[in-house]
């Protein structure tokens, strides 16, 4: 058989790569191989459930892979490349050889350093399998410690708040989702979880857990029955870097997503990618993630990719969504524009005029339209007037169609 | 059999935007084209239980307020991950000032 696709990873962002290559006409063999035993799934939900468990949401119905020829390995891992031969390494035993090679590994979870904690049997979230076992494991009245108060930290404070455990967030920052947001909003949010009896310590770290008490660098001591980790997260660069392939902070590839070696690309969570006049980034994002898979499977099928869009990601946390698109502190200048419903968004523009970031958190989903728009705004390199952009009685949108 | 059902005034909803209408326990997304023409579908987006009332109308595409699917909503295809779904579309007639949608039992 002619080799073909072959994909390292059967995430969001692996799967569409798979599928922006078949739907730009790739008609070679495309094998998509996966760690885990699920059908691909989404991970977004596996920190937010609006019940008593974890949902299990596949990103493409089952019969998509093999409607669209797309064969699809679960639970296998890929063991080891080898560049000259090109081919990959299954764990089963088989060697399957690529024409392009697709490196769509993910991230896991940043451990605790040894000791860091001592007592410390934390738990992390990455899989679906770990989120059930959060929800098997605590129950309503659970004390619950959760290091870390970025997203994940956040997300599973709100939902296991609202199944009635008592939820304690240490946060080592002056202020949680300190590398995400700008203080109001994070402001909005530290509200919020007081507000439904969340416990957040921020510039505090845990020095010690005995016996179910965890002892505060604050020296405060609180009950700590199942302790989660949130710390942010590591590329899974092992395959790469094995493979001679350079990584720093994610596998190192080009504006194309194609690594050193011209044949194997990496895209998503694994990859650090060069950003247009900032230098390089690894991303962390659900829609990074699919739209760079996307960008990767349009070029290993040889087609013209379409543009990347700004990042974006979201967040929800007791019935309120927080969406921001754009990168943090690229902007010089803050405008706060506040919603009629309740909530805020924080547009940063640069010192030409154009939005670089904006963040924005509400009620429901009031947020998402005017996000959207901004996207556009940003998009199309308009210049908007900061006295409009805060302005509540000026519609985004009318800004968006008068440039 | 089949119904109208009256959903709103014709300048409830401005042009190029959407509303939310619900009818016994269903609900439904109400747009008005940039062109003035007015049409119906299912209000949640087929991937997340979304209202997509809530969404960015812009000439015949709506954007899902949360994970940005798209649709076109003349048709109720979707156009665009992690929209795969299309999204159902009812008959949509104008009486007078009254925009009126036909749902079949």
Same mark, same amino acid.
């Given at each position: 058989m002619t080799p073909g696709i072959v994909i390292a990873g059967a995430g969001y962002c692996g799967v569409c790569a798979a599928r922006a290559a078949r739907e730009a006409g790739y008609d070679g063999q495309i094998t998509v191989i996966g760690d885990d035993p699920e059908w691909p799934y989404e991970r977004p939900p596996l920190s937010?459930?609006?019940?008593?468990?974890?949902?299990?949401?596949?990103?493409?119905?089952?019969?998509?892979?093999?409607?669209? *020829?797309?064969?699809?390995? @679960?639970?296998? @891992?890929?063991?080891?490349?080898?560049?000259a031969a090109r081919t990959v390494a299954l764990g089963t035993g088989e060697v399957l050889q690529y024409a392009h090679l697709l490196l769509a590994t993910g991230a896991s979870p940043r451990r605790l350093h040894a000791n860091a904690v001592p007592g410390a049997r934390p738990s992390y979230l990455r899989s679906y399998s770990d989120?059930?076992?959060?929800? #098997?494991?605590?129950?309503?009245?659970a004390d619950v410690l959760i290091i870390g108060g970025g997203f994940i930290g956040l997300e599973l404070a709100a939902t296991l708040a609202a199944r009635k455990a008592f939820?304690?967030?240490?946060?080592? #920052?002056?202020?949680?989702?300190? @590398?995400?947001?700008? &203080?109001?909003?994070?402001?909005?949010?530290?509200?919020?979880?007081?507000? @439904?009896?969340?416990?957040?310590?921020?510039?505090?770290?845990?020095?010690?857990?005995?016996?179910?008490?965890?002892?505060?660098?604050?020296?405060?001591?609180v009950r700590a029955e199942h302790v989660i980790v949130g710390i942010g997260s590591v590329p899974n660069t092992d395959l790469a870097v094995d493979a001679g392939l350079r990584a720093d902070n994610g596998i190192s590839v080009n504006e194309r997503f194609v690594t050193q070696d011209p044949d194997i690309f990496?895209?998503?969570?694994?990859? *650090?990618?060069?950003?247009?006049?900032?230098?390089?980034?690894?991303?962390?994002?659900?829609?990074?993630?699919?739209?760079?898979?996307?960008?990767?499977?349009q070029v290993m099928a040889g087609a013209r990719p379409d543009p990347l869009s700004p990042p974006w990601f979201w967040s929800d946390q007791f019935g309120h969504s927080l969406q921001v698109v754009g990168q943090p502190s690229m902007g010089t200048q803050t405008v706060l524009r506040r919603l009629p419903q309740g909530g805020m968004i924080a547009i940063e523009t640069r010192a030409d005029g154009q939005i670089a970031y904006a963040a924005g958190f509400a009620p429901g989903n009031a947020v998402g339209r005017d996000i959207k728009i901004i996207q556009r705004l940003m998009d199309g390199g308009v210049v908007a007037d900061p006295t409009l952009l805060s302005d509540p009685d000026t519609p985004l949108k009318a800004i968006l169609k008068r440039r | 059999m089949s119904d109208w059902i009256d959903v709103c005034a014709t300048d409830d909803i401005e042009e190029e935007d959407v509303i939310r209408f619900d009818h016994?326990?269903?609900?439904?997304?109400?747009?008005?084209?940039?062109?003035?023409?007015?049409?119906?579908?299912?209000?949640?987006?087929?991937?997340?239980?979304?209202?997509?009332?809530?969404?960015?109308?812009?000439?015949?595409?709506?954007?899902?307020?949360?994970? *940005?699917?798209?649709?076109?909503?003349?048709?109720?295809?979707?156009?665009?991950?992690?929209?795969?779904?299309?999204?159902?579309?009812?008959?949509?007639?104008?009486?007078?000032?009254?925009? #009126?949608? #036909?749902? &079949?039992?």
């Open positions: 937010k459930w609006d019940g008593v468990a974890p949902r299990l949401q596949p990103i493409f119905a089952e019969d998509w892979y093999a409607g669209n *020829n797309v064969d699809l390995r @679960r639970g296998i @891992r890929v063991t080891g490349i080898d560049r989120a059930q076992m959060l929800a #098997q494991g605590i129950s309503a009245g939820v304690h967030v240490v946060e080592a #920052q002056d202020r949680i989702l300190a @590398r995400a947001v700008p &203080s109001d909003i994070s402001k909005m949010v530290l509200d919020l979880h007081l507000d @439904r009896g969340v416990t957040v310590h921020t510039g505090t770290a845990v020095d010690a857990i005995n016996n179910g008490v965890a002892f505060l660098s604050s020296g405060q001591s990496a895209a998503g969570d694994c990859c *650090n990618v060069p950003i247009a006049g900032a230098g390089r980034a690894r991303f962390e994002s659900w829609q990074v993630a699919g739209d760079q898979g996307r960008f990767a499977g | 016994g326990a269903r609900s439904f997304a109400i747009y008005h084209s940039p062109e003035g023409e007015f049409f119906a579908t299912d209000g949640l987006c087929t991937h997340e239980q979304v209202h997509l009332a809530d969404g960015l109308v812009m000439d015949h595409i709506i954007e899902c307020p949360k994970h *940005n699917g798209q649709f076109n909503y003349t048709t109720g295809k979707a156009t665009r991950l992690p929209a795969c779904d299309h999204l159902g579309t009812y008959p949509v007639r104008v009486e007078g000032d009254r925009v #009126q949608i #036909q749902l &079949s039992e």
